[in-house]
């Protein structure tokens, strides 16, 4: 089986790392500057943390991270931790 990934939405945080929406897999994923994985999260749905077509992807000066999707029609805020 091959996977099918779609990525819409990205963006880069003040220490460098790269946030990508997969839109197709319903995860955010987070990586260094030079590509290594440092964390995923998401899965389908519409409860705290599922997606439901990731399409944007935002983080502020704090390192929260925004998640926009196109069918849950809303926005998630998830803590600098992550």
Known sequence: MRASFAFQGMAVDGAGNV???DTNLNRIQKFTSDGHLL???GSAGSGESQFHGPSGV???DAGNVYVAEMYNNR????QASR
């Open 19 to 21: 946030y990508v929406a």
């Open 39 to 41: 964390a995923k999260w």
């Open 58 to 60: 935002a983080v502020d």
């Open 75 to 78: 926005i998630q805020k998830f």
